[in-house]
Nanobody, 129 residues
Framework: QVQLVESGGGLVQSGGSVRLSCAASGLRLDYYTIGWFRQAPGKEREGVSCIGSGDGSTYSADSVKGRFTISRDNAKNTVYLQMNSLEPEDTAVYYC??????????????????????WGKGTLVTVSS
């Protein structure tokens, strides 16, 4: 059974930092493109940052570029999202997802098309002003 489990969310002050983790079981993350997505109340789900399986190429949405960094530790079968300089607008439920790596499922495509074969249940990040 495949599971993606997010952790690390919580309440943080504006300007603060949080690191989210996505631990996988039942699949090897190094065979997958992995992405972090978020959904705020009343808004559509948004692709935040995604990372490819081979060369580890990354893509980040303009709204988080320079503030959020995605990384992966294949040995630990875990993907991380380091979030710095958080703003109240970053408040959302953050989900990780995995899509089988192929020529059409690179990091940018995954984030923009919101692709995912498997999804976690999400972790809430609340940024107070």
């Amino acid at each position: 059974q495949v599971q993606l489990v997010e952790s690390g969310g919580g309440l943080v002050q504006s300007g603060g930092s949080v690191r989210l983790s996505c631990a996988a079981s039942g699949l090897r993350l190094d065979y997958y493109t992995i992405g972090w997505f978020r959904q705020a109340p009343g808004k559509e789900r948004e692709g935040v940052s995604c990372i490819g399986s081979g060369d580890g190429s990354t893509y980040s949405a303009d709204s988080v570029k320079g503030r959020f960094t995605i990384s992966r530790d294949n040995a630990k079968n875990t993907v991380y999202l380091q979030m710095n300089s958080l703003e109240p607008e970053d408040t959302a439920v953050y989900y990780c997802a995995a899509v089988k790596a192929s020529w059409w499922s690179g990091s940018q495509t995954m984030c923009k098309a919101k692709l995912g074969d498997y999804w976690g249940k999400g972790t809430l990040v609340t940024v107070s002003s």
